[in-house]
């Protein structure tokens, strides 16, 4: 019997496992919940558009995409990379590539685990929060989003994000991705009242509903 929290990738699982297995009466869904909805949103940082990646620094996100996008964006929008390096490498590659595009002014490093507080900052102050993955397993980030109330340009979840009208969907072109983001900040308000319609389904109490039935079907 199967027990996973997302409808793409189990983290224990292959994705060939998980094609296996999803139609199998004992394979059930285990949701991820939220425990506060934040409602102080801020829009701009200091008179800009900011743009958030937040979470462990690895492979498993393109900082290539955003970096790149973020050249074909005016100079009020800047980016905020904020998390604990887990690849050190790769903290060097964004380096190198903020400093060969010239954005060094415009994009701020936090490579460093962050407290509860301090993350709490930052999500207050972003304006839009990107996800641009290569691939997802489950998003804890995603679920700060909508905790947070802050629109998504991701490359992940399409399905996820355009039935629940929370963000935009991109491919891993840069300016495609730059656009998205372009789209986000026109309809930032409907975005944010669809995220504020959708909140609920994500606090705990009601979760918990959910997580209760399906160790129920998998044990009956």
């Known amino acids: 019997k199967f027990l996973v929290n997302i409808p793409k990738i189990g983290r224990v699982f292959t994705l060939y496992e998980y094609e296996e297995v999803k139609n199998k009466q004992n394979f059930v869904m285990i949701p991820q919940g939220i425990n506060k909805i934040r409602t102080k949103t801020m829009k701009k940082w200091n008179d800009k558009i900011t743009l958030t990646i937040f979470g462990f620094v690895r492979p498993t996100k393109d900082y290539s995409l955003a970096i790149r996008a973020l050249s074909y964006l005016s100079s009020e929008y800047r980016l905020v990379i904020a998390g604990k390096v887990i690849?050190?490498?790769l903290a060097r590659e964004i380096k190198n590539l903020i400093k060969k595009l010239r954005l060094e002014n415009r994009v701020t490093l936090i490579p460093?685990?962050?407290s509860e507080k301090e993350k709490e900052k930052i999500f207050q102050k972003t304006s839009i929060l990107l996800l641009?993955?290569?691939?997802i397993s489950n998003s804890a980030v995603l679920l700060d989003g909508i905790?947070?109330?802050k629109p998504v340009v991701t490359t992940v979840l399409k399905e996820?994000?355009?039935k629940m009208g929370i963000g935009k969907f991109s491919s891993h072109t840069p300016k495609e991705f730059a656009e998205k983001i372009l789209d986000?900040?026109?309809e930032y308000q409907k975005i944010l009242n669809n995220i504020r319609r959708v909140q609920p389904r994500f606090l705990w109490k009601n979760v918990?509903?959910?997580i209760v039935k399906a160790y129920m079907n998998l044990i009956s």
């Open 208 to 210: 918990t509903k959910k």
């Open 132 to 135: 641009p993955y290569h691939i």
């Open 184 to 186: 986000c900040n026109k």
């Open 160 to 162: 996820d994000i355009e």
């Open 147 to 149: 905790k947070y109330e």
């Open 112 to 114: 460093r685990f962050l």
């Open 87 to 89: 690849d050190k490498s």
